[in-house]
């Protein structure tokens, strides 16, 4: 009987701290209150056209330029550079898609939109980003860049075209 206790007892230690192991990585994963991460507008900008979303995205923007972004604000799994390599995009932190109606792929193959960044939160080295092109040719066209955050934390993030400005914040989180 004592052994039946003492194994009782083992496990419901073990299954404790699991779950509290669990639930610290969980919250890491939400952004803090110091980050006011951007959230879905009640009245959500709608693009032209065809595009779709599933339900975890929604639409920021006008139709000048406009982009997806995850409902949760969050961007997961940053990793930092290997040694020497502080300079490069890669590892690739995310893709961002950007949409306008006066962009045209078949004239405009590698776009003028620029991606900038700033930590909210503290000090850190701007973002990194690759030169835009064009993905998904046709009617659902988009500018695509790759952008590389160079620490975990809020971010600002701004992309121009054409004289247009949208911003965004997120919350990085780092690799598990």
Known sequence: MT??????????????ANAQQNS???SARRPPASCQVTVSPGDSFTPPGPYRL???SFWLGTEKLWTVLQKSGVWAEWKPHEPGKEREVRPLSEKTFWMS??????REPYPDLRVT???????APP???????????GP????????YIPAPGCWEITGEYRGQKLSFVVWVTPEK
Do not use: W
Request: no cysteine; glycine share 6%.
């Open 3 to 16: 052994a039946l206790r003492l194994i009782i007892l083992i496990l419901l230690v073990a299954l404790t």
């Open 101 to 106: 109606v006066d962009f045209d792929y078949r």
């Open 127 to 137: 973002l990194l980003s690759t030169n835009a092109t064009n993905a998904f040719p």
């Open 117 to 123: 960044g700033r930590r909210l939160d503290g000090s």
């Open 24 to 26: 610290a990585k969980h």
């Open 140 to 147: 659902t066209s988009a500018m695509l860049t790759g952008v």
């Open 54 to 56: 599933d339900e975890s």
